[in-house]
């Protein structure tokens, strides 16, 4: 899954980043009001690479610096299709 070298991977793969944690409901809003499933969905899957999630509790955190890297990335661009070609509809 480190096969990639694009900057958010890199910066990914530094063990030292931090950052101010975020509310999952402030994620939402910075990703255009998103919906709380479309978060956990890309959180859930490895395609995506989506920032790791800090749980406290029952709520559901990510470092704001590492949802910014990962906007500019390439894996935020990766989309999900369930009307692929040749695919029964």
Known sequence: MD??????CQYRR???RSGDLESI???QKAMGGVSHMFVRRRAAD???RF???VRIGRRIFIRRRDREEWMLSPHAQLT???NAPGRAA
């Open 80 to 82: 999900t299709t369930f």
């Open 51 to 53: 920032p790791e999630v």
């Open 14 to 16: 530094n063990p030292n």
């Open 25 to 27: 409901h402030d994620t």
């Open 3 to 8: 096969d990639c070298d694009c900057h958010y």
């Open 46 to 48: 490895p395609r995506f």
